[in-house]
């Protein structure tokens, strides 16, 4: 199959990890691969053919070309075997590195003059993860809106023999996609009728394969949890705010922070959670109360009673109010300052949300959905549906193309008809639990609208084992949540010691304001279980009268509630609602997909893997060999190694041995080789600290030193403790006020069933009580504790499955390892 990739419409972060993604993954499964700059105008102008500036610009190189430099390498390559003729024939075709000066007719660049179909290969695309934009181009065409755009567009593609396109762009761009897909078979036939194209061409291409992959920073898609480089945006915004919050708290000033978003108030609501915003404003759910002045000066003249020095609000670009009305940054300003008398400043972020480094989300979902993407095409046949790849709580999913695009046009006809219900309904149960958690955790309630006496709950909240960003985001929402309500929240400081110690304390609702964006662990965390004395810590439970537990924490956390869970045969204070809310960066706890802390750690390890690498390509042939922390558990690694598009990962799980690192010594060997003289890059090693007791980082190094002789040198890097992160990443903040209002929840309700049990009776909590919340199979669910232990290695401190092997696998394949090629 030939395959052409194209960006459209706004440029996002990630859009090149895709790219490269589908390049690779198309290589490997023997496809042809093309790539069309300039997004759909591309498409319509096609290559021209102008002999004259080929020559003239030079550094144009063709096929033919190509293919003899790379064979002038291969003969360099000792010992050669299937696997190196399989690279070397797919390595590259020339143009990669002229993609990368950007330069066109279209921009009025020179080097690529007049060709927009360009064939690329395997070391074209390298080193495209680290980039913000779309290196191959984006733009916005109007005449691909013509039926005389799109049979140009045609004629191109079936020039060149292209028989299949993945398109990556917001909803115009996939819904030009549509039109073109189902104007195809048409325009092909009108194309045969005025012999453009032969008999057999027409055979060969009686139908376009296709697939979509969302780009766009407003996370505006319906049908997918996450678009390309909605991430990124997110954090772009909450750096500005975390920045803001510093100098609001300072003069005691109010912000009013305008975000992106025309259509869509995902940007501006998930940064009002991970920011701990006051107020925000987004266009799907306008403020009910008319007019919306009142209830917003209320609502911060609260915040303002209790003694906050600062006050954020966060309006979206497209908001306005029920009748429509914009909603305009600069009016609640004038509006905060005329009627509560608050020295207010209006941000605007603009641009600088939409650019910048990916964050690691954006380089390992776009990779995955790269993959998938491919796949699509190849399974694609003319009655199938076309397929957008989306994501379902980090799962990379097929969604028909079509029926993703209208519900996210239903979107905009329900808010144009005023009817926001409906639009929040079409944006999924996630915008609207986000929407629920943002009132719970922002908004003071009065006494009266708190819940009667009697359903009332003492929570304690305690943290245990090593820190984990998002551990004080979890427990300023469920503090939030619990004063919102009239539940009491208790900090145990210091974990299960600090229980027996009595370091309890009561928190308030501004105490715990700036901890969303605080990294470790506000109260203090440590290892000791409750078993170091049970019996101590159900007399604490009774006298501190808890009615609930929550433990945000890693394994121990988890083996803690397996050791209160069996207490409960001898102690009745442990007959309470208890919850585990996983949260280690090294996301060891089983059943659970994702922990709290691994997207903070991820992104800690892309900065300074994107640092290394830079100084690794510096000093060209250089191996670096990057160790991670992650106890015996190599999702870090191996995830990280994805992220960072490492050339080998080792785990726990996966160990290390000699045969395995003879191969992986001649496969770095071969790569060097291979690498286009005095253009090598930096290359990348993780190794988990427990991926083998005898070859350790150094002793790897080191051999990697004296094997790679004159090709490679090889150094080290221990990423130790920094991999905790220092500020909380906004995903791993968003997730944590999710998680934690979710556990609360069920808190409630468990708490609400045991107090109808008779009072004269001995409480007898049911055993689904304790149990831990997990992120599994695209869905947030709590499992009780036992039956986590079925699932658990209790030695190794890991879940006995580990859903992100495949990932291992995946970064060998990107990496064009031998044995993942089903090569020798
Ligand atoms: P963003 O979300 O960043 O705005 P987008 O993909 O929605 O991205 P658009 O400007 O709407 O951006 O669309 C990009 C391109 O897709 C257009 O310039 C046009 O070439 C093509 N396109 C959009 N809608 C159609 C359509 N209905 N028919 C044909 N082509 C279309």
Redo the contacts with the bound molecule.
């Keep these: 199959m030939k395959i052409a990739i194209l960006t ?3 440029d ?1 972060a990630g859009m090149n990890a895709a790219v490269r993604s589908i390049v690779k993954a198309g290589i490997l499964k023997g496809c042809e691969m093309w790539i069309v700059r300039e ?3 591309g498409l319509v102008r096609g290559n021209q053919e102008h002999a004259e500036d080929r020559k003239e610009a030079n550094a144009v190189v063709d096929e033919e070309e190509a293919l003899d430099q790379v064979e002038t390498r291969a003969n360099k390559v000792t010992a050669k075997s299937h696997t190196d003729e399989y690279l070397l024939h797919n390595l590259r075709f020339g143009d990669g590195d002229l993609l990368r000066d950007g330069t066109s007719e279209f921009v009025g660049g020179r080097t690529l003059k007049g060709r927009y179909i360009v064939r690329v290969g395997w070391d074209d695309v390298r080193g495209w993860f680290s980039e913000g934009g779309t290196l191959i181009g984006t ?4 005449t ?2 013509t039926t005389e755009g ?1 049979t140009a567009a045609v004629l191109n593609l079936i020039k060149h023999g292209i028989d299949a396109l993945v398109v990556c ?8 996609a549509d ?2 897909r189902s104007e195809w078979p048409s325009i092909i036939k009108k194309l045969r009728s005025e012999e453009l194209i032969t008999a057999e061409q027409l055979e060969a291409h009686s139908h376009l394969k296709l697939v979509g992959l969302v780009g ?3 996370n ?1 898609m319906c049908m997918t949890d996450l678009t390309i480089g909605a991430p990124t945006a997110l954090q772009r915004i909450c750096e500005a705010i975390d920045n803001i919050n510093s100098t609001a708290y300072s003069h005691s000033r109010a912000f009013v922070v305008e975000v992106m978003g025309r259509d869509c108030g995902w940007l501006a609501l998930l940064a009002g959670v991970a920011g701990g915003a006051d107020f925000i404003f987004i266009p799907e759910r306008p403020p009910p109360e008319m007019p919306w002045e009142d209830a917003m000066c209320a609502e911060i003249h609260r915040h303002r009673a209790v003694g906050k020095r600062k006050t954020i609000v966060i309006v979206a670009e497209g908001a306005h109010d029920k009748e429509l009305n914009p909603i305009r940054a600069e009016y609640i300003k004038d509006v905060l300052t005329d009627r509560l008398g608050l020295d207010t400043r209006v941000t605007t972020l603009g641009h600088t949300q939409r650019g910048g480094r990916p964050c690691a989300l954006d380089r390992i979902l776009p990779t995955l959905q790269g993959v998938e993407a491919v796949e699509a095409l190849l399974e694609s046949q003319p009655g199938t549906p076309t397929y957008m790849i989306g994501v379902r709580e980090n799962k990379v999913i097929r969604v028909p193309l079509m029926d993703a695009v209208q519900q996210t046009r239903a979107v905009g006809e329900a808010m144009k008809a005023k009817d926001f219900k409906k639009a929040l309904d079409l944006r999924g149960p996630e915008f609207l639990e986000m929407l629920h958690g943002f009132a719970a955790v922002s908004s003071l309630k009065e006494e009266k609208d708190k819940l009667p006496a009697n359903k009332r709950m003492r929570v304690g909240i305690i943290h245990m084992g090593a820190p984990a960003g998002g551990m004080n985001a979890a427990t300023r929402s469920a503090v939030r949540y619990c004063i919102t309500k009239g539940h009491t929240p208790l900090a145990v400081h210091n974990g299960f010691r600090g229980l027996l110690d009595d370091n309890v304390n009561e928190l308030s609702w501004l105490g715990v304001d700036a901890w969303m964006a605080r990294g470790g662990s506000e109260l203090g965390t440590n290892r000791i279980l409750p078993s170091f004395d049970i019996g101590g810590v159900a007399s604490k439970f009774q006298e501190f009268k808890f009615d609930a537990v929550l433990i945000i924490g890693g394994f121990e956390a988890f083996n803690a509630l397996l050791l209160l869970d069996e207490g409960r045969k001898h102690y009745p204070a442990f007959h309470i609602p208890m919850v585990h809310l996983p949260a280690t960066i090294s996301n060891n706890v089983p059943m659970t997909e994702h922990s709290l802390g691994c997207d903070t750690s991820l992104n800690a390890l892309v900065d300074a893997c994107d640092a290394i690498k830079q100084s690794a390509s510096a000093s060209r042939d250089r191996v670096f060999v990057v160790e991670t922390q992650g106890g015996k558990c190599g999702y870090i690694a191996a995830v990280g190694a994805l992220a960072v598009g490492a050339s080998l990962v080792y785990t726990p799980e996966g160990g290390m041995g000699l045969d395995m690192l003879r191969r992986d010594v001649r496969f770095l060997k071969t790569r060097y080789l291979l690498d286009v003289p005095g253009r090598s890059e930096g290359r990348l090693v993780i190794r988990n600290e427990h991926a083998s007791q005898v070859y350790t980082t150094s002793v790897l190094t080191k051999m990697l030193i004296e094997e790679g002789g004159s090709l490679f040198d090889a150094r080290s890097a221990s990423l130790g403790h920094t991999l905790q992160g220092g500020v909380p990443s906004p995903t791993d903040r968003a997730r944590a006020a999710r998680l934690s209002l979710r556990c609360m929840a069920f808190m409630e309700e468990h708490h609400n069933k045991l107090s109808k049990q008779p009072p004269h009776k001995t409480r007898q909590a049911e055993p689904a009580s304790a149990s831990v919340i997990t992120i599994r199979s695209g869905g947030v669910e709590m499992v009780p504790v036992q039956e986590m232990l079925k699932h658990a290695d209790m030695v190794n401190r890991r879940g006995k499955t580990e859903w992100w092997a495949k990932i291992v696998d995946l970064v060998g394949l990107l990496a064009g390892k031998p044995q993942f090629l089903g090569l020798k």
């Design positions: 459209s419409g706004g996002s997004g759909y105008e733009a916005r065409s109007a691909f809106r799109r762009g917001g909803d115009g761009s996939l819904t030009g039109v073109f766009s920073i407003d505006d």
